[in-house]
């Protein structure tokens, strides 16, 4: 069974732990956690990842920076990006996608919406 | 001589006239049998047509086929009962998955949100992890977290989100929504939502933080997030749960950072015998 990386970047360590919780049900997935979109980018540039899940709010550098710079960057151009924020306003969303996230979640934390993301963008079955 | 010739003209003639009656007699009774044997053909014809004009074999054949056609049509109609059972079943096994997936969910989400209320005895992180649960879990805006003072016997906002410390209102027990449920130790929901205008004496959710029946605090919401509309079945069950867990863990806590400030005075005084 092959090996997906996904990387989730939350600063909040509980939210984080719900996500990395979540995406373990998942067989054959590798996440790595950052606590923000420095940290993020810190390892992305160490690692190769194939989806990354991101919070919006969070100090040092957001997730909508965060996700332009992923976006501006070649080797990350067509890797999927999921948002979950807090942020329901529909302007928000369209900013998000517009920005070049792939979906966007909304919390309270939903752990069906969050595996369900996962499999449809790296194609995983069931 | 000519008297003799008429004579035999007249026999032959009537010879030939018997002939000819005979031949008539006998064509006659040739008819009526062939008019017998007809009317004996349409009459078998007629009964045969009443059976379907078949012989006993074809009938019993047919006789033996029609009732395996109805045993194959009864036989059809089990398995379509069948079948109509097994989808139910089937439909109530995916109705079963998805409820213990979503039970599955939530306790996985209890658990994390327990396991992190206790990995601190760090009250201000205490309630900072409250604070991240009530938001990413339970979806609200504008809420506080209230703790009794045992002294005024009144409750005070130590954390808030969406709203300043400070406007939160000092409630005495006993008194409004939030008092009353500090003193009852019972949960409060409001039940229109909808019209509901922010007053920050009645909140929308009023939950108590409980060690076992001792009130120690109370966790009030004003606002949930945009997109959760209403709440949920498994609000209720999991506010009082994981207040339960919250109400441990600033319990635990505020001992811990008791117990801290005491040792670290003795620790103090030790010093200043020894040194």
Not at chain 2, 171 to 179: L, N, V, Y
């Amino acid at each position: 069974m092959s090996t997906y990386k996904v990387l989730v970047v939350e600063d909040s360590p509980t939210m984080r732990q719900l996500i990395v919780f979540a995406l373990k049900r998942i067989r054959g997935l590798s996440i790595v956690e950052a606590s923000d979109g420095v940290d993020g980018l810190k390892k992305l540039s160490i690692e190769k990842f194939d989806l990354i899940f991101t919070d919006i709010n969070m100090p040092i550098m957001d997730g909508l920076k965060l996700v332009s710079l992923v976006r501006n960057d070649p080797g990350y151009k067509s890797v999927p990006i999921v948002i979950i924020t807090t942020e329901g306003a529909h302007e928000d969303r369209e900013r998000a996608l517009a920005l070049g996230a792939n979906e966007y979640i909304t919390k309270p934390i939903q752990t069906t919406k969050i595996i369900d993301s996962a499999k449809r963008l790296l194609n995983l079955a069931g | 001589m000519s008297e003799t010739m008429d004579d035999k003209g007249t026999v032959k003639k009537a010879e030939e006239f018997l002939q000819v009656f005979k031949k008539g007699a006998e064509f006659t009774q040739e008819l009526l049998r062939e008019n017998e044997r007809l009317r004996y053909q349409i009459l078998q014809v007629e009964a045969g047509k009443g059976e379907g004009g078949l012989s006993g074999e074809a009938e019993e054949e047919i006789r033996r086929l029609r009732q395996r056609i109805e045993e194959l049509e009864a036989e059809k109609l089990k398995i379509l009962d069948r079948i109509k059972r097994v989808e139910e079943e089937n439909h109530d096994f995916a109705n079963r998955y998805v409820e213990v997936e979503t039970e599955n969910n939530n306790l996985a989400n209890l658990y994390i949100a327990s396991y992190q209320l206790h990995s601190t005895l760090d009250f201000k992180e205490v309630l900072q992890i409250i604070m991240e649960i009530v938001i990413n879990l339970i979806g609200a805006e504008e809420f506080a977290v209230m703790l009794l003072d045992d002294k005024s016997n009144s409750l005070q906002a130590v954390a808030s989100e969406g709203i300043e410390t400070q406007d939160v209102p000092i409630i005495s027990i006993g008194d409004g929504i939030i008092g009353q449920m500090a003193k009852t130790g019972e949960n409060y929901f409001i039940e229109d939502m909808e019209n509901y205008m922010r007053d920050l004496h009645h909140p929308i959710v009023c939950i108590p933080l409980k060690i076992k029946e001792h009130v120690i605090g109370v966790i009030v919401i004003y606002k949930l997030l945009v997109q959760k509309k209403r709440f949920a079945e498994v609000d209720y069950e999991l506010f009082t749960l994981l207040a339960g867990h919250a109400a441990t863990a600033i319990f635990s806590s505020k001992l811990y950072s008791e117990s801290e400030r005491k040792l670290s005075t003795i620790q103090g005084f030790l010093d200043l015998l020894t040194k």
